[in-house]
């Protein structure tokens, strides 16, 4: 089986659904000639034309409102905003038609979209090539939020997406998109090679939407998280020497509550770890959806480790970001109770 | 250099404020016949003119003259005037209903029903429109059923958006009308994202949008254009200037130092600016737009001239803010009286015909809100059931979503 980081992976998916069905398109800024900024759609232009693989004008709302209006006409567009801070713009574009089409026309008219965007930090991309705006899409009825956290997940949730009738919001972790990063940004960078997950199948297989992942058993402690922070929570549980059952939830909405309730019912402890700011941050809704399905099974309040609720700072990434230490701690505290 | 006086900052106005004697001296009229018509392939920059002059078919006396003359026949005429009145209609039954509490909100077109209905003749009822509010003569003129319309006003039980939107947001598939956004301008660019998959599908239809001359301000105005002319999308992007963006006139929007149509220019559109109560020239202008994209030469603007006539909704009230005789004063009169003008100068009309036509639409839309408040109106119901408000929001309905049909308890 090929071997493939996170980059090949997700243009193998966008290949592969290009080669089966006529109707996915892919464009965004600098997506066409020169395969975009991290090299995602690399050659699909010169493999699908210049009609289904292309460069857009610097205009997120843009590109949003083209996809929906493709979307109408009946094909499958897959646009990248370049990052997910830039986002922004195509605010309107995304709440008031792409969630609310197929709601506001009973049906009639659909969306089905899918909008790749790099995010999260530790690439000293600053306040503004850092962000994790995922709850925000997760607030938005209609939309459906996925992030993976490995190639192999990457390809196949992708796919899903490409395949869903809905509009899916797709966020990529871009540190990790060459290696599964833990959080030790001092240490050499560890390429995807040598990660299970880089094991990819070169055809068409699909991860459902809607499935959590058990990246770690264990019995102490429940672990919920996504993207970067799979690989830091796993560092961080083997340095705070906890028996934690690590979560990779994968899709948040829509989300696999039964996973959750399973793993913390057996465990009865539950810490969330996200790389996004904390307030009204998707820890939030994961702690409510904890406390209201497993309160009687809960034996210590329920801990966040999070990303800082201030903007990304530059220079002192490393201090922001919510790394193995911070993990380390914070399932001591979930523990000490 | 120093300032020779403190600076100051420019708000425009209207003319005239409730109370002042209205002027539209600012609205240069040219001579009907008088604006040339360019081969579609023209480039751009060679009929830059066209934005800010007014093409114009019908003069005050309703006769048909050059270029513009799309030269169709009576029986088209007649047709074209029997939909724009079938939409006054429509609009004055409408509005009682809401004013007799049955509904929640009403938005009429009286005096821009040239704009939907002309425009939708000269379409093909294959392609696919963009519109805004306010273009119900557009749904109208593609045969679409007052019944489905009124249904949805009335938010009853045969609804087909199920009691989701407000009254005037039509929607329908079959007729290849686009949702209406409540919120401004994001379909216009949706318009040109359907037009740029129509042209990477080799398909044969075009896609047309409308805007109003206020939302031209919003950004999504400058994507479309942006995008439209970037991939040269076989669409028809037309900004409706009715003067008013509810009690807000035009100049707030830029149209003080320039016209909308000239907006086109900067990205390397052609534009027409158009007499938009004049039936003829509104139909030959979209033809000619319409032709152009269809032959891949490109998309093209269109800005149509006309005044809105009545509230900007039932929720309005514009003796708030323009004076009343200002209606009566608009110089380019009313669409439906000028066509029915022309038909009489043809000899194919007459007030007596017109006055009948009149009453026998009045009647056929009356029988039409008997039936649909027969299936319920907004104020004393029966509406679809709460239960289906949890229904599309995705296309399988998630666990969270069954959980809280589960707690509204249907």
Same mark, same amino acid.
């Given at each position: 089986m090929p071997r493939m980081n996170m980059v090949q992976a997700l243009n193998s998916a966008m290949d592969v659904m290009m080669a089966r069905d006529e109707n996915v398109v892919v464009f965004g800024e600098d997506v066409g000639y020169f395969g975009g900024v991290f090299r995602c759609t690399e050659g699909l232009q010169k493999k699908y034309g210049r009609d289904r693989a292309f460069d857009t004008p610097i205009a997120e709302s843009g590109i949003l409102a083209a996809a929906i209006g493709m979307g109408v006409y009946g094909l499958r567009p897959v646009v990248e905003i370049q990052f997910a801070d830039y986002i922004y713009p195509a605010t309107d574009q995304l709440v008031s038609t792409a969630a609310r089409l197929r709601y506001r026309s009973a049906g009639a008219f659909t969306a089905p979209i899918t909008v790749r965007s790099p995010c999260g930090g530790g690439i000293f991309g600053g306040q503004t090539h850092s962000q994790s705006p995922e709850a925000i899409f997760t607030h938005v009825c209609g939309l459906k939020t996925v992030i993976p956290s490995n190639p192999y997940d990457a390809k196949g949730l992708l796919i899903s997406a490409i395949e869903d009738d809905d509009p899916v919001i797709f966020l990529e972790p871009k540190r990790i998109y060459n290696g599964p990063f833990d959080g030790h940004h001092d240490r050499p960078v560890i390429p995807w090679s040598e990660h299970p997950a880089s094991e990819v199948p070169a055809g068409h297989y699909t991860v459902s939407l809607g499935q959590a992942a058990c990246v770690r058993p264990g019995a102490e402690v429940t672990v919920l998280t996504y993207g970067t922070m799979v690989h830091v929570a796993l560092a961080g549980a083997e340095e705070a020497g906890v028996d934690a059952e690590i979560l990779d939830l994968r899709t948040l909405i829509p989300l696999d509550i039964e996973t959750i309730v399973a793993s913390v019912g057996k465990t009865g402890r539950c810490l969330i770890v996200h790389e996004a700011t904390r307030t009204s941050g998707f820890g939030a809704e994961l702690a409510a959806l904890v406390q209201e399905h497993c309160f009687y099974a809960l034996e210590a309040p329920i801990v966040r480790i999070t990303g800082w609720d201030t903007p990304y700072p530059h220079a002192l990434e490393w201090d922001y970001f919510p790394g193995p230490r911070r993990v380390a701690e914070g399932l001591k505290r979930v523990m000490a109770d | 250099m120093k300032n020779a006086a403190p600076l100051e900052l420019h708000v425009p106005e209207p003319p005239a404020r409730p109370g002042e004697v209205p002027d539209f001296g600012w609205l240069k009229i040219p001579p009907a016949g008088s604006v040339a018509r360019p081969d579609i392939a023209t480039p751009p920059n060679e009929m830059r003119g066209h934005a800010y002059t007014l093409i114009r078919v019908l003069d005050e006396q309703g006769a048909a003259s050059g270029p513009w003359d799309p030269k169709l026949d009576a029986e088209t005429l007649r047709r074209g005037l029997r939909t724009m009145m079938l939409t006054r209609a429509y609009d004055e039954r409408m509005f009682r209903a809401q004013r007799q509490g049955k509904t929640s909100f009403y938005m009429r077109c009286t005096g821009e029903e040239a704009i939907g209905v002309a425009q939708a003749m000269a379409l093909d009822d294959r392609d696919m429109v963009f519109p805004t509010y306010r273009l119900q003569g557009l749904l109208i003129a593609r045969g679409w059923p007052l019944i489905e319309m009124m249904n949805q006003v009335f938010s009853n039980t045969r609804d087909r958006l199920k009691g989701r939107q407000m009254p005037v947001l039509y929607a329908s598939k079959e007729a290849r009308f686009f949702s209406i *956004?409540?919120?401004? *301008?994001?379909?216009l660019p949706e318009a040109v994202g359907w037009a740029m998959a129509s042209a990477i599908k080799h398909d044969d239809r075009i896609a047309a949008s409308w805007i109003g001359e206020g939302s031209t301000a919003e950004g999504d105005f400058h994507h479309a254009l942006t995008f439209a002319s970037v991939y040269r999308v076989p669409v028809v992007l037309n900004i409706v200037n009715n003067q008013y963006a509810i009690s807000t006139f035009q100049r707030i929007a830029g149209g003080e130092e320039s016209t909308f149509a000239a907006r086109a220019l900067g990205y390397g559109l052609p534009a027409l600016r158009v007499d938009g109560n004049d039936f003829l020239a509104v139909y030959a202008a979209t033809r000619w737009a319409a032709d152009r994209a269809r032959t891949n030469v490109g998309p093209t603007v269109i800005e149509l001239v006309t005044y809105r006539a009545s509230a900007h909704s039932t929720s309005d009230d514009p003796s708030k803010y323009r004076s009343a005789e200002e209606p009566g004063r608009w110089p380019l009169g009313d669409p439906i009286a000028r066509l029915s003008g022309h038909l009489a100068r043809l000899g194919e009309w007459s007030e007596e015909r017109q006055a009948r036509l009149a009453s026998e639409l009045d009647s056929e839309v009356l029988a039409i809100q008997r039936e649909a408040e027969s299936y319920g109106t907004l104020a004393s119901g029966p509406h679809h059931r709460p239960a289906t408000m949890f229904e599309d929001v995705f296309k399988e309905m998630p666990w969270h979503l069954r959980r809280q049909r589960e707690e509204m308890g249907s």
């Amino acid at each position: 089986m090929p071997r493939m980081n996170m980059v090949q992976a997700l243009n193998s998916a966008m290949d592969v659904m290009m080669a089966r069905d006529e109707n996915v398109v892919v464009f965004g800024e600098d997506v066409g000639y020169f395969g975009g900024v991290f090299r995602c759609t690399e050659g699909l232009q010169k493999k699908y034309g210049r009609d289904r693989a292309f460069d857009t004008p610097i205009a997120e709302s843009g590109i949003l409102a083209a996809a929906i209006g493709m979307g109408v006409y009946g094909l499958r567009p897959v646009v990248e905003i370049q990052f997910a801070d830039y986002i922004y713009p195509a605010t309107d574009q995304l709440v008031s038609t792409a969630a609310r089409l197929r709601y506001r026309s009973a049906g009639a008219f659909t969306a089905p979209i899918t909008v790749r965007s790099p995010c999260g930090g530790g690439i000293f991309g600053g306040q503004t090539h850092s962000q994790s705006p995922e709850a925000i899409f997760t607030h938005v009825c209609g939309l459906k939020t996925v992030i993976p956290s490995n190639p192999y997940d990457a390809k196949g949730l992708l796919i899903s997406a490409i395949e869903d009738d809905d509009p899916v919001i797709f966020l990529e972790p871009k540190r990790i998109y060459n290696g599964p990063f833990d959080g030790h940004h001092d240490r050499p960078v560890i390429p995807w090679s040598e990660h299970p997950a880089s094991e990819v199948p070169a055809g068409h297989y699909t991860v459902s939407l809607g499935q959590a992942a058990c990246v770690r058993p264990g019995a102490e402690v429940t672990v919920l998280t996504y993207g970067t922070m799979v690989h830091v929570a796993l560092a961080g549980a083997e340095e705070a020497g906890v028996d934690a059952e690590i979560l990779d939830l994968r899709t948040l909405i829509p989300l696999d509550i039964e996973t959750i309730v399973a793993s913390v019912g057996k465990t009865g402890r539950c810490l969330i770890v996200h790389e996004a700011t904390r307030t009204s941050g998707f820890g939030a809704e994961l702690a409510a959806l904890v406390q209201e399905h497993c309160f009687y099974a809960l034996e210590a309040p329920i801990v966040r480790i999070t990303g800082w609720d201030t903007p990304y700072p530059h220079a002192l990434e490393w201090d922001y970001f919510p790394g193995p230490r911070r993990v380390a701690e914070g399932l001591k505290r979930v523990m000490a109770d | 250099m120093k300032n020779a006086a403190p600076l100051e900052l420019h708000v425009p106005e209207p003319p005239a404020r409730p109370g002042e004697v209205p002027d539209f001296g600012w609205l240069k009229i040219p001579p009907a016949g008088s604006v040339a018509r360019p081969d579609i392939a023209t480039p751009p920059n060679e009929m830059r003119g066209h934005a800010y002059t007014l093409i114009r078919v019908l003069d005050e006396q309703g006769a048909a003259s050059g270029p513009w003359d799309p030269k169709l026949d009576a029986e088209t005429l007649r047709r074209g005037l029997r939909t724009m009145m079938l939409t006054r209609a429509y609009d004055e039954r409408m509005f009682r209903a809401q004013r007799q509490g049955k509904t929640s909100f009403y938005m009429r077109c009286t005096g821009e029903e040239a704009i939907g209905v002309a425009q939708a003749m000269a379409l093909d009822d294959r392609d696919m429109v963009f519109p805004t509010y306010r273009l119900q003569g557009l749904l109208i003129a593609r045969g679409w059923p007052l019944i489905e319309m009124m249904n949805q006003v009335f938010s009853n039980t045969r609804d087909r958006l199920k009691g989701r939107q407000m009254p005037v947001l039509y929607a329908s598939k079959e007729a290849r009308f686009f949702s209406i *956004a409540g919120n401004l *301008a994001t379909h216009l660019p949706e318009a040109v994202g359907w037009a740029m998959a129509s042209a990477i599908k080799h398909d044969d239809r075009i896609a047309a949008s409308w805007i109003g001359e206020g939302s031209t301000a919003e950004g999504d105005f400058h994507h479309a254009l942006t995008f439209a002319s970037v991939y040269r999308v076989p669409v028809v992007l037309n900004i409706v200037n009715n003067q008013y963006a509810i009690s807000t006139f035009q100049r707030i929007a830029g149209g003080e130092e320039s016209t909308f149509a000239a907006r086109a220019l900067g990205y390397g559109l052609p534009a027409l600016r158009v007499d938009g109560n004049d039936f003829l020239a509104v139909y030959a202008a979209t033809r000619w737009a319409a032709d152009r994209a269809r032959t891949n030469v490109g998309p093209t603007v269109i800005e149509l001239v006309t005044y809105r006539a009545s509230a900007h909704s039932t929720s309005d009230d514009p003796s708030k803010y323009r004076s009343a005789e200002e209606p009566g004063r608009w110089p380019l009169g009313d669409p439906i009286a000028r066509l029915s003008g022309h038909l009489a100068r043809l000899g194919e009309w007459s007030e007596e015909r017109q006055a009948r036509l009149a009453s026998e639409l009045d009647s056929e839309v009356l029988a039409i809100q008997r039936e649909a408040e027969s299936y319920g109106t907004l104020a004393s119901g029966p509406h679809h059931r709460p239960a289906t408000m949890f229904e599309d929001v995705f296309k399988e309905m998630p666990w969270h979503l069954r959980r809280q049909r589960e707690e509204m308890g249907s």
